[in-house]
């Protein structure tokens, strides 16, 4: 398996409060990707990174925003986080921009 | 809008019984595919990719799936399930450059 690690792997937190992600790789690819999983729409894109300090939103970046200060973390942050962000989110790496990408092992978020 | 489609959402099969799972996407021009499976309670790995070549492509665990870029096809085949086999598959896309947009996933069951 790829090296990448997501913490934390579980949270609870309330409606309104502020939510960071980490994404965390040790192979040194140069995109990386966070996704969000719900039942009935797959895997949707939240936000990307093609390099360090550079991002770009995807599909579903409403309420969401990324940083990437080194190659190796990318950050999501849920500003005020709200009961329709309840979800499992996955990052994801790849070397390039349309070949395979790999999966880290995912966060359950409940927002209550 | 353009897409991924998997038609089928739930199939179950008994062990020794051939799979074939549909996939079709809306994109014109360049698309890479991908056939990504989830186990329960486990992250997104990759079974197989087309990129160019042969339109029959194999992957790991015995899977294969066949391009038929007439039908905007790709759909995924294995001539003998197994109990182990039981998953969640996503089928995935990645158009002319553009961000990997996933297939809502087929939940596949293998009764014993």
């Known amino acids: 398996d790829a090296g990448i690690t997501q913490s934390p792997r579980h949270k609870v937190t309330e409606t309104g409060t502020p939510v960071t992600l980490r994404c965390h790789q040790t192979e040194n690819h140069r995109y990386m990707y966070w996704y969000r999983q719900d039942p009935g729409h797959g895997l949707r894109l939240i936000h990307y990174?093609?390099?360090?300090?550079?991002?770009d939103k995807g599909e579903v970046s409403d309420g969401y925003s990324v940083s990437r200060s080194k190659t190796e973390d990318f950050l999501l942050t849920l500003e005020s986080a709200t009961s329709s962000q309840t979800s499992v989110y996955f990052c994801?790496?790849?070397?390039?921009?349309?070949?395979?990408?790999?999966f880290g092992p995912g966060t359950r978020l409940t927002v209550t | 809008a353009q897409s991924v489609s998997q038609h089928n959402h739930h199939v179950i099969l008994s062990e020794a019984a051939s799979l074939e799972l549909g996939c079709n996407y809306s994109?014109?021009?360049?698309?890479?595919l991908f056939w990504y499976v989830q186990y329960p309670g486990q992250h997104l790995q990759l079974l197989l990719k087309y990129f160019s070549g042969d339109p029959l492509v194999k992957g790991i665990k015995g899977f294969e799936a066949e391009f038929i870029k007439s039908k905007f096809s790709f759909n995924l085949r294995k001539p003998s399930v197994q109990w182990s086999d039981t998953a969640e598959y996503f089928c995935?896309?990645?158009?002319?450059?553009?961000?990997?947009?996933f297939g809502a996933g087929t939940r596949l069951t293998v009764k014993p």
């Open positions: 994801a790496i790849s070397s390039g921009p349309v070949g395979e990408q790999y």
């Open positions: 994109y014109g021009g360049t698309v890479n």
């Open positions: 990174s093609y390099g360090v300090k550079d991002t």
């Open positions: 995935a896309a990645v158009p002319n450059n553009n961000d990997m947009r």
